[in-house]
């Protein structure tokens, strides 16, 4: 959760990550999720509005602007469902840090990223993913 809200600060499955048009039919069920959301699942602070669901099984959040204009959602996701290359890479460049949150953040227009949290000896990052399995760091996450 925390790791989805630091990345406004600035479902899954290998039918989703394959094309512009699955990511278009990814992002229309996603939406269509969201217009059923019950109140009760939306917060709102200054930065940002979010809501919780379950999509296909998955816990979904959405994300959208203080006046109501969608910025994404954030799917989370199996580590196995990172782009090729991503474990082998967070494996070489953070050995001994805990990567855990994977997710899959599908923009308004239907692109998807990916990123995961790794924390070790009480420093947390959160890690963008590119989808060629490039590991950067996105930000750091207070304590």
Sequence with gaps: MFL???????????????GK???EKMLNDLKTALKTVDQS??????????????LN???AHAFLTPDGSLVGFAVA?????LPEGAMKNLAKKYDGWQIINPIMFI???GNIVYYVQANKGGKSLA???SDKGKISIYNRIPS
């Design 4 to 18: 989805a809200a630091t990345l406004l600060v600035a479902l899954t499955s290998a039918a989703f990550a394959d």
């Design 21 to 23: 048009k699955s990511n």
């Design 41 to 54: 699942a939306w917060v709102t602070t200054d930065a940002y509005q979010k809501a919780s669901f379950t």
């Design 57 to 59: 099984g998955k816990e």
């Design 77 to 81: 996701i199996e580590k196995s469902a």
């Design 107 to 109: 923009t308004e227009d």
């Design 127 to 129: 890690l963008h993913v």
